[in-house]
Structure formats: C-alpha cells, structure tokens
C-alpha cells in the first residue's frame, strides 16, 4: 500500500522539503527505503537546513524504530561532512590571500600579528582562524597588492 498523508495539503510526491513535521513522521514512521533516501539526500544537501531540523525534532517526538538511530547517523555524517568541507574552503582562501599578496608566509604572518607557524596551521585547515582575522587577512593581502 502507498504512502499516504491524512488531513495534509501535501502528498509524499511533493518535495521533501515542503513537508510538515506531521508529513515527516509519517513517512518515517510507515514510508519506505524510497522516502527515507529522499530526506537523507535533502540533509546532505542542507545538514542545518529546514529538513534536517524537520527530520531531527520528528526523530526526537516519534523515535520511530529501526529508523531513528539511522537518521540521526544521516544528521550528524552530513554536519560533520559539510564543517570538513568548511574547514577546507577556509583553508584555501587562506593559502589564496597569503600568494596572492606576493609576501612571503613569514612577512604575511607578521602583518597580521601572528606567528607563521600559526599562519601554516590556518593554511592547512587544522586550525580555523575567527572572522576578525579573516577580514585581517583580507585587507592585509588587498593592501600588499595595491588594492
């Protein structure tokens, strides 16, 4: 038998992403593999977005069985997957200001107040620096190029 939604204006058809708590609970409570991929692969799209919120807070209210402890499993590799991406895309644009300033690490670093073994770690992504030093970072690089 389909999925159905009772007493919803949305269908199990519609975007994951237009579903109500009400909607998500069902489908997780009684929907198949077919409807749990969808909201899984709308997490992984957007781990704090609405669906991951949706899909956390039904968890949390149905605990639905078998299917509870996977979703969160879903929440959590996607959050831990986008911060990894994160980190990485900070990672670059560090290693993109410090070459496209012409300083050298150690000069780059100097400017910003900081150490360039503490610039190394920014660089390679093991440490993320605030958002004050990246705007640091940016005006350090846009001042030794003439900006």
């Given at each position: 038998?389909?999925?159905?939604?009772?007493?919803?204006?949305?269908?199990?058809?519609?975007?994951?992403?237009?579903?109500?708590?009400?909607?998500?609970?069902?489908?997780?409570?009684?929907?198949?593999?077919?409807?749990?991929?969808?909201?899984a692969a709308?997490?992984?799209?957007?781990?704090?977005?609405?669906?991951?919120?949706?899909?956390?807070?039904?968890?949390?209210?149905?605990?639905?069985?078998?299917?509870?402890?996977?979703?969160?499993?879903?929440?959590?590799?996607?959050?831990?997957?986008?911060?990894?991406?994160?980190?990485?895309?900070?990672?670059?644009?560090?290693?993109?200001?410090?070459?496209?300033?012409?300083?050298?690490?150690?000069?780059?670093?100097?400017?910003?107040?900081?150490?360039?073994?503490?610039?190394?770690?920014?660089?390679?992504?093991?440490?993320?620096?605030?958002?004050?030093?990246?705007?640091?970072?940016?005006?350090?690089?846009?001042?030794?190029?003439?900006?």
């Amino acid at each position: 038998m389909p999925l159905a939604f009772r007493n919803l204006d949305t269908t199990p058809d519609d975007p994951v992403e237009t579903w109500p708590l009400e909607a998500v609970i069902t489908a997780l409570e009684r929907g198949g593999l077919a409807h749990r991929r969808r909201l899984a692969a709308a997490i992984r799209a957007d781990p704090w977005g609405p669906v991951a919120h949706t899909v956390g807070e039904a968890v949390r209210v149905s605990r639905p069985y078998g299917v509870a402890p996977l979703m969160e499993t879903v929440i959590t590799h996607a959050r831990e997957a986008a911060a990894e991406d994160e980190r990485a895309q900070i990672a670059r644009e560090v290693r993109s200001l410090v070459g496209s300033s012409g300083l050298t690490a150690a000069e780059f670093a100097r400017r910003l107040g900081t150490s360039a073994s503490r610039l190394s770690t920014y660089s390679s992504g093991r440490v993320i620096p605030s958002a004050t030093l990246m705007v640091r970072m940016r005006r350090v690089a846009g001042a030794a190029d003439g900006r």
